[in-house]
């Protein structure tokens, strides 16, 4: 199965502060059609996930400008521009390249 | 609206199996996958398995040999079910429509 890896843990901030959160795989997670299927959530306490970006770099509906995603093959970065209150919870990645699909351990975003 | 939502027993004792079903609507099971995905309290999101638009299925290595995931079509409803379950199956069961929309998920607790 694939392995995700994601680093950091923990992340302290700041309101208003950038941050990025990395996503790395154990393989690559381009498929043979080209495609890279490699998603993020957020899930802030009591909620269930949110879709943050998918296949790499695309913003969710209602997704705020301030998120971005970028990568290739096995690396993967979210990038947080301008931490907001509302933004504090867990972060994950997933991979959908490889059946069994599987997620990162998540990041949680604290207020520092 | 797309909306998912879970329904299944509370609690289920050890080596039963577990039933839940995921009823949506603003779509169709026909058109779009749907996945199963769990956590456990305080822990990270576990991808369970899908269900194809097609019909067809793909499951967790770990999990495939107790697990079967299924639909009615005409009721527009997925199923999960997961036989000898053990305490560490407890956790919030969550469906998710195409890796995007998810369902507020279902507690399920294996305890005697």
């Known amino acids: 199965d694939v392995v995700l890896t994601q680093t950091p843990s923990t992340l302290s901030a700041t309101i208003g502060q950038s941050v990025s959160i990395s996503c790395r795989s154990s393989?690559?997670?381009?498929?043979?059609?080209?495609?890279?299927?490699l998603y993020w959530y957020l899930q802030r306490p009591g909620q269930s996930p949110q879709l943050l970006i998918y296949l790499v770099s695309n913003l969710g509906s209602g997704v705020p400008n301030r998120f971005s995603g970028s990568g290739s093959g096995t690396d993967f970065t979210l990038k947080i521009s301008g931490v907001e209150a509302e933004d504090l919870g867990v972060y994950y990645c997933?991979?959908?390249?490889?059946?069994?699909?599987?997620f990162g351990a998540g990041t949680k975003l604290e207020l520092k | 609206q797309v909306r998912l939502k879970e329904s299944g027993p509370r609690l289920v004792q050890p080596s039963q199996t577990l039933s839940v079903t995921c009823t949506v609507s603003?779509?169709?099971?026909?058109?779009?996958?749907v996945s199963w995905v769990r956590q456990p309290p305080g822990k990270g999101l576990e991808w369970v398995g899908a269900i194809w638009k097609g019909g067809s299925t793909d499951y967790n290595s770990a999990l495939k040999s107790r697990l079967s995931i299924s639909r009615d079509t005409s009721k527009n409803q997925v199923f999960l079910k997961m036989n000898s379950l053990q305490t560490d199956d407890t956790g919030t069961y969550y469906c998710?429509?195409?890796?995007?929309?998810w369902g507020q998920g279902t507690l399920v607790t294996v305890s005697s």
């Open positions: 603003g779509f169709s099971v026909t058109s779009y996958h």
């Open positions: 393989q690559s997670l381009l498929d043979s059609a080209g495609n890279t299927y």
């Open positions: 998710v429509k195409g890796f995007a929309y």
């Open positions: 997933m991979q959908a390249t490889h059946a069994p699909y599987t």
